[in-house]
């Protein structure tokens, strides 16, 4: 595999010499390529790193939650179990490493975006960073699609952990394309003649940096020896499996999947209230208005709430959208249909109380909620998005045999 790999670094890296012999390239043409190779593959990285199987060592997520006043995207996932498939031909992908997924993704696309817009902001009026992004776009889809597609067959994704494919080297290449765009522009990159020294100096990093990547560290996913990879850790919170009763339950009870939509929709956009999403939305429309006017700004504004509404609601449907609550006659089980796994069960015999928890949004599009407080344990399950007419049944879920005592009393 590193043999092609290899193959393909070196016809990517000729693109830019190709451009300096036939269209007399300049630093701008060469900084908007990388930008592409950069950008497309943290993309492909961050898919990647959802088909991890392991999960990885625990942390205090109340304290990364905390961090600089950010919150780790798609956090209510981070106890599902199971994974879904986006496609036959790929590996599952799993929602409990989505927190750490976007958590690392954001960074590196973040900084991508930044160096983007300069190069945009700085090539503007000569045309050079369309006509480089449609030629460096080609190559680098097909570059990165055959990593992709060798990387899939070669590696046992299952032994992995996110940060063995979304490691600190992809945060360090964007920081370090950020400083040399911002450098590269205050030189004035409508003026080739001046930037000789720095094309070179960029071009030959490159370089030396893919065949470090291609070569150097070509056994990190050796799938025969997943333990050896540099940034692989052990799964130290492995959860004890889901024992699910023999026989069909005495009854189901499925969430709403429409309330479940509804609900994200108006949670997603009552969420623009937080100070930093309206302060994004904010920044954005000023800068669109700085630009372009008034109606890039509310292109601008809008594509933020479509954005928070988008995450809310893919979150909400991964989380609920799915599950089924499964009431054996000794038992609890919150199965997720689309994951195919058992998320917790609860014994009928601890649950001292059952009571109808629906808030003022959960009424609106016509769902309940309902709480089992269990005996000598604080944590508390929920059925949630319960149609009214099942709520009667969930408020049956008590210990059998102490309803049967009530009943003859």
């Known amino acids: 595999m590193w043999r092609r790999t290899l193959a393909g670094v070196a016809a990517a890296n000729a693109l830019p010499l190709v451009g300096i012999l036939l269209f007399d390239w300049g630093l701008a043409h060469l900084l908007v390529v990388y930008w592409v190779e950069i950008t497309v593959g943290a993309l492909r990285q961050t898919l990647e790193a959802t088909f991890a199987g392991q999960r990885a060592a625990p942390e205090n997520w109340a304290a990364a939650d905390s961090r600089w006043g950010w919150r780790s995207p798609f956090r209510s996932l981070r106890e599902k179990r199971g994974s879904f498939r986006l496609h036959r031909a790929l590996p599952p992908a799993y929602p409990r490493s989505f927190p750490r997924v976007l958590g690392l993704g954001r960074v590196v696309m973040g900084l991508s975006l930044i160096s983007g817009a300069v190069l945009w902001f700085a090539t503007a009026e000569s045309g050079v960073f369309v006509e480089s992004l449609l030629l460096a776009g080609v190559t680098t889809l097909a570059r990165e699609g055959t990593t992709f597609a060798d990387h899939v067959r070669s590696r046992d994704y299952r032994e992995l952990v996110p940060q063995s494919i979304l ?34 100096l960029v071009y030959s990093a490159r370089v030396g940096f893919d065949v470090y990547t291609a070569v150097g560290q070509s056994e990190r996913f050796d799938p025969l020896a997943p333990s050896e990879a540099d940034f692989e850790t052990a799964d130290d919170d492995t959860w004890a499996p889901v024992s699910v009763p023999d026989g069909d339950p005495t009854n189901v009870l499925h969430t709403n999947r429409h309330a479940v939509w509804v609900g994200a929709v108006v949670d997603g956009i009552l969420g623009m209230l937080n100070p930093r999403r309206f302060a994004a939305a904010a920044v954005i429309a000023f800068l669109g208005y700085v630009v372009a006017g008034v109606t890039w700004a509310v292109v601008g504004a809008s594509a933020v709430v479509v954005v928070v509404v988008a995450h809310t609601l893919v979150e909400r449907d991964l989380r609920w959208g799915h599950v089924e609550y499964r009431v054996c006659v000794n038992s609890i089980v919150c199965h997720d249909c689309l994951l195919d796994e058992p998320q917790w069960r609860v014994e009928r015999e601890r649950v001292t109380d059952v009571t109808d928890r629906s808030g003022l949004l959960g009424r609106l599009p016509g769902v309940s909620s309902v709480s089992l407080e269990q005996r000598d344990d604080s944590d508390t399950r929920a059925l949630r998005y319960l149609d009214p007419a099942d709520v009667p049944v969930a408020e049956r879920c008590r210990n059998p045999k102490s309803q049967a005592t009530r009943g003859d009393g």
């Not at 945060?171 to 003649?193: C, K, M, N, P, R």
Request: proline fraction near 0%; charged fraction near 10%.
């Open 167 to 200: 490691t600190a080297r992809s945060l360090l290449e964007s920081v370090a394309f950020v400083v040399i765009v911002v450098w590269g522009t205050s030189l004035d990159l409508s003026q080739t003649e001046n930037t000789g020294f720095l094309f070179m």
